[in-house]
């Protein structure tokens, strides 16, 4: 499945992958906000069709 991140504009398959390298997020609190929030995502990406 492709994304695209509304906040920088750029297309990604993995969303934990695009978040810890083009936005800098450690693992560490992405793991923490998605235990808090399952969906704390989702507005950030847009699905895309394959």
Known sequence: MKYMCKSCKKKCDDIT???????????????FQLKANPNSYKSAFEKLEK
């Open 17 to 31: 992958k695009h978040l810890m390298t083009v936005h800098k997020f450690s693992k560490e609190i992405i793991e």
